[in-house]
T-cell receptor, first 113, second 118 residues
Framework: ETGVTQSPTHLIKTRGQQVTLRCSSQSGHNTVSWYQQALGQGPQFIFQYYREEENGRGNFPPRFSGLQFPNYSSELNVNALELDDSALYLC????????????FGPGTRLLVL | AQKVTQAQTEISVVEKEDVTLDCVYETRDTTYYLFWYKQPPSGELVFLIRRNSFDEQNEISGRYSWNFQKSTSSFNFTITASQVVDSAVYFCALSGDAGGTSYGKLTFGQGTILTVHP
């Protein structure tokens, strides 16, 4: 196990609702990245947080937003949910001095109906 | 833009067979990092290996080996004497080096589903 935890494990929402996913990084890691993995696809980078600041963003609309807290845990918020947001959301943490290796949590499976 | 291609969508082998998973990448970065991750049915991505682009030595770790060829932009992964527990989806990924916009952000391939039959 990597020590990265995510909650909840599963979630069902309806279109138009808002959702918050949570991630606790591995001890000693101050960088958290979020990825979206649609069924049968590879993970797609959403954004990254380093010391509570957004440090890069992928090709996702503004309704995807995030936060990082002083203890380096993180939240991913998605507003106005769409059916295509149904996916596995993965959180990864890394040390700032070793950003090259990211360790992933078990993910949150989101289903939007 | 960076791109990772895993041409093999699915591979099926019988236990004890050797199997090679192919990965081809594209990047404009002069230095970069390549990764392989394993995703079992539980969904968690398990880190297997990281290679720096300036280190083209091949690597062996138990039954796993990796063949990095910069000239052909390939980073292939071989499992020797496969086992049923190797069944999973395997992802190749790429990240740029420090100073580049893709530093620390992984670009994944589509994944290869490996099924090892007893």
């Amino acid at each position: 196990e990597t020590g990265v935890t995510q909650s909840p494990t599963h979630l069902i929402k309806t279109r138009g609702q808002q959702v918050t996913l949570r991630c606790s990084s591995q001890s000693g890691h101050n960088t958290v990245s979020w990825y979206q993995q649609a069924l049968g696809q590879g993970p797609q980078f959403i954004f990254q947080y380093y010391r509570e600041e957004e440090n890069g963003r992928g090709n996702f609309p503004p309704r995807f937003s995030g936060l990082q807290f002083p203890n380096y845990s993180s939240e991913l918020n998605v507003n106005a949910l769409e059916l295509d947001d149904s996916a596995l959301y993965l959180c990864a943490s890394s040390q700032s001095t070793s950003l090259e290796t990211q360790y992933f949590g078990p993910g949150t499976r989101l289903l939007v109906l | 833009a960076q791109k990772v291609t895993q041409a093999q969508t699915e591979i099926s082998v019988v236990e004890k067979e050797d199997v090679t998973l192919d990965c081809v990448y594209e990047t404009r970065d002069t230095t970069y990092y390549l990764f392989w991750y394993k995703q079992p049915p539980s969904g968690e991505l398990v880190f297997l290996i990281r290679r720096n682009s300036f280190d083209e030595q091949n690597e062996i770790s138990g039954r796993y080996s990796w063949n990095f060829q910069k000239s052909t932009s390939s980073f292939n992964f071989t499992i020797t004497a496969s086992q049923v527990v190797d069944s999973a989806v395997y992802f190749c990924a790429l990240s740029g080096d420090a100073g580049g916009t893709s530093y620390g952000k992984l670009t994944f391939g589509q994944g290869t589903i490996l099924t090892v039959h007893p």
